[in-house]
């Protein structure tokens, strides 16, 4: 079984860490409201 990599655009990535500080929600919730692993979020 193949596996697909998912690419993400820099402006995916920074609205992403946007939505995280400004939120106030745990990492887990933004993350998984994304579709994204919260390991992703972290770095």
Known sequence: M??????????FKREAVALLESSGRPLE??????????SMLRT
Do not use: M, S, Y
């Not at 193949?2 to 402006?11: C, G, K, P």
């Not at 919730?29 to 919260?38: D, Y």
């Open 2 to 11: 193949t596996t697909t990599r998912r690419f993400f655009t820099d402006e």
């Open 29 to 38: 919730h933004v993350a998984k409201a994304l579709g994204i692993q919260p």
